[in-house]
């Protein structure tokens, strides 16, 4: 079962790549699309890894405000309580997320002691805890 779950538009790939190995040095296990193999159906693999995933950081975009499957995959993960929204850059969210508290790292650059990134590690280990699961 993954840490995380991430969810981000195509166009914003290098970011998402720079986050997921991140959360690897940090000690944390991710599924993005990248671990897909050829011949996988992908919305099956996809669906099960979101369901897995103790929780779901989105990574909030233009590009991916526009993403029918960021939408979906957000909004499943509001549904779960496993929603953890990250904005990489400014952009109007959908509505229905605006409520929701946002980490705010559009200039993160891939700085590990960041405090931002530090704060946003921090918030994923709620999600890994049985106390912090439990609260969120």
Known sequence: ?????????????ATARRFAEGFERAGFSVWWDQALSAGQAFDRVTEKALEQASAVLVLWSK???????????????????KLVPVMIEPCKRPIMFELVHTAELSDWQGNAMDPSWQGLLNS?????TPEGAAAA
């Open 63 to 81: 590009a991916s405000v526009d993403s029918n499957w960021v939408r979906a995959e957000a909004t499943q993960a509001q549904a779960s309580q």
């Open 124 to 128: 994923l280990r709620l999600y890994l």
């Open 1 to 13: 079962m993954p840490d995380i779950f991430l969810s981000y538009a195509r166009e914003d790939q």
